[in-house]
Each structure stands twice: as C-alpha cells, then as structure tokens.
C-alpha cells in the first residue's frame, strides 16, 4: 500500500469514526429529553395560566370551580399512562365513560399530552382563546427545544387533543349549559332572607349551582349541614349574639387580623366607589387560591409531574363537589348577610373589611371548600411523603 493510499485510507476512517459518534450523540440527545420533561413546572405552570384566564375573565367562585375539575382531569388522564400505578378516573367520577388510550406499541411524551389536554380545555371553557393559545404556543415550543423527537411530539399533541376532546363532551352533559337559561333569583321580602348587599347590588350569584351534575358525591344533598341557626332580632337570641359578636370582631381587627383576612380574600369582582367613581378589582377565586396552595405542596414535598397531577385533580374535585354541596344549601336557607342585618338591627353605619360577596350567608363557601381542599390535600401529601421515591427525595 503507496504511503498515498495508506493517508486516504486514515482519513476515510477517521471520517467513518466521527460520522459514528456523531450518530452516536445525536442518538444520547434525543433520549435525553425524557429526563427534561420531568419537570413539574410545565403542569404548575398551565394549572396558572388556566387561573390567570379564570381572573382574567372574571368567573364566579362555583364556575371557576368547574373550570379546574374539567381541566385537571383531561390533565390527569393523559398523563397517567407514565405509571401503571394510576388507574383511570372513568367509572370512578359521574358520567365520565373509558378515556383513549394510547398505542401501546408507539412512544409518546405525556407529560407534553397532559399539558395539551389541559389546554384545550381551558381554551374551550374561558373566554380569552387568545391568551390561553399564546401560553400554548410558548410551551410547546419550549418541548421542542428539548430535543423531542417530531414524531413523538406530534404523536402526543395528537393524543392530548383526543383526551381533551373526551371530557369536553363529557362536560357538556353536566346541565351547566342548561342552567344559563334558567330564571334569576327573586328577592324576598321577608326580614331573614337574604338582599343584595353594597356597594354594587349585584344580583344573586348561580342560584341554581345544585343542579349541576355532581363527580365524586351522588348528590347536591349528600352532605346536607345542620340548619342554620334560627333568624330573630331579639337580643337574647343565639342569632342576635352571633350577629353582635361579629360586629364587634369587625370593629376592633387587628393588624395581625387584617394581613390574614387580606390573605384570604377572594372576591373575584370587587366594585370599588370613589366619589362619583366606580371601578373593579378583579382577584383570584377561592378555589384559584387552593389550587396554588396544592402547588406549593407539590413543591414542598418534591412531587414529579404525575403526582402533581393527581394532586392538583384531587384538590379540583373536592372544589367542584363542595360549591355544589355548599350553593344547594346557601338557597335552601336564603340567610340573611351580616352586613344588612347589622345595619339594620345593631348599627346602619358599620361596614366590613372585606366587601361582601353577592349570595346567601350559609354556609360559608369558603370555610366548606377550604376544608375539603385540606383534606384532599393532607391525605395527598402524607401518601407522597410516605412513599419510598419521596422520603429519598427529602433526605436529599
């Protein structure tokens, strides 16, 4: 061999060996976008947008609730496939029939899926489509720059859009679209039912939420409360000393009072008056703030991006369930607010810190779904941090 061929020959293999670990690597940088898309953040992250539409679009507390619960199941049940652990929500909540599933024998990126699924249904479900499909757009591309494969990413588009499109139908038979027709509340006349309260007026807010189909429970009446306490103005009665002791607690707040009552309010659509100036503040919803909670747990206790799910659709089906459970008993009962019974009985002057919200005083939707969210979510937590994965995590 001529000292001529013997150089061809070298840098024909050195060619072949660099051609090989270039194949090499792009094959290792391709897999190693599994590793990537197991970030939690891309679920917290949409669960967010989601609630910035919900604020944005100004959704009463119940029909926000509906808004999660619809939206984290399509996110749940695309994502589930990741472990075979997680059982399929179908037969186990209301009117939810098999959800597709995906080609056993193709590669997918559920975590892209879940993302997508969730999506769609906040875009079906808001009203602003454009800001939910601006959000969309950024995401997906930042799954993109992670090296997914185009089949693999368009394959699981493709599946999150058949996921989403299966509860979206099944949410059309929940008779949400339904109760926008039905009539308005009537205002009674009597001295113990419940009237529109200041600065607004406003009218009463879903007084018919009872008839929305349930998911976990069997009925608007399965937790039915005891009855209110009894309606009377004769200062020796429990009603008139209850009244009292809120006035009293609303005149003398203190500043540790005040930060934690800021903190929890959230009243969706507050009118503010300025003179001859009226404006809204809109916020977040109750159930918009237990969902952040649940992202902060989920943080806190190391959750991947599948235990994030679950526990994001157990907190948003608690929600849904306990407006239904707690509006059915809000409009049997028709109580009074403290605020116009004590303007009317005690002092017309006095005015509470936070403005009052326009349905009947009980129950307290925020004290019901403030305890079923802290169950769901304390039983969830204590599963995850008791898991072997979780307690390495943490020693970490």
């Known amino acids: 061999m001529t000292p001529q061929i013997k150089k061809v020959v070298c840098l024909f293999s050195a ?8 194949a090499a690597s792009c094959t290792s940088d391709d897999q190693s976008y599994k590793t990537k898309v197991e970030d939690p953040e891309f679920i917290h992250g949409t669960v967010k947008a989601i609630t910035d539409r919900i604020v944005h679009d100004i959704f009463s507390p119940p029909v926000a609730s509906r808004i999660y619960a619809y939206s984290s199941v399509a996110g749940y049940e695309a994502i589930r496939h990741i472990d075979p652990s997680y059982e399929s929500l179908a037969g186990q909540v209301n009117g939810l029939t098999e959800v597709p599933k995906p080609d056993p024998t193709l590669e997918y990126c559920y975590q892209l899926a879940s993302v997508e699924a969730m999506l769609r249904l906040g875009k079906k479900l808001t009203f602003t489509e454009r800001d939910i499909e601006e959000y969309r757009a950024k995401t997906l591309q930042q799954f993109r720059d ?23 139908a099944w949410s059309t038979k929940d008779n949400y679209a339904q109760s926008r027709s039905f009539p308005k509340y009537t205002i009674l006349t009597d001295a113990s039912s419940w009237k529109p309260t200041p600065p607004a007026y406003m009218e009463a807010v879903e007084p018919h939420w009872n008839k929305i189909r349930t998911f976990v429970i069997d009925s608007a009446a399965q937790f039915r409360p005891e009855p209110a306490v009894k309606f009377s103005i004769d200062k020796n009665t429990q009603f008139y000393k209850e009244a009292v002791e809120v006035y009293q ?10 930060e934690i009552a800021s903190f929890w309010d959230c009243n969706p659509f507050v009118v503010n008056v ?36 679950e526990a994001y659709v157990r907190v948003a089906l608690s929600l849904v369930d306990g407006f239904i459970v707690c509006w059915d008993e809000k409009y049997r009962s028709k109580v009074i607010r403290p605020e116009t019974y004590i303007n009317q009985h005690i002092d017309p002057n006095w005015v509470p810190l936070l403005q009052t919200p326009p349905f009947p005083e009980y129950t307290s939707g925020h004290s019901v779904i403030s305890a079923a969210s802290a169950i769901a979510l304390t039983a969830y937590s204590a599963i995850t941090l008791h898991s072997p994965i979780q307690q390495k995590l943490n020693m970490e």
């Open 15 to 22: 060619s072949v060996a660099f051609i090989l670990l270039g």
């Open 146 to 168: 992670l090296g997914i494969p185009g089949d693999v990413f368009d394959r699981s588009i493709e599946y999150g859009d058949k996921v989403g499109d299966h509860i979206i």
């Open 249 to 258: 607690i609303g005149k003398d707040l203190t500043p540790l009072q005040r």
């Open 274 to 309: 300025r003179g001859h100036v009226m404006f809204a503040t809109k916020k977040i919803s109750p159930g918009g703030h237990w969902m952040n909670i649940t992202g902060v747990a989920c943080r806190k206790t190391h959750s991947n991006t599948v235990q994030s799910s």
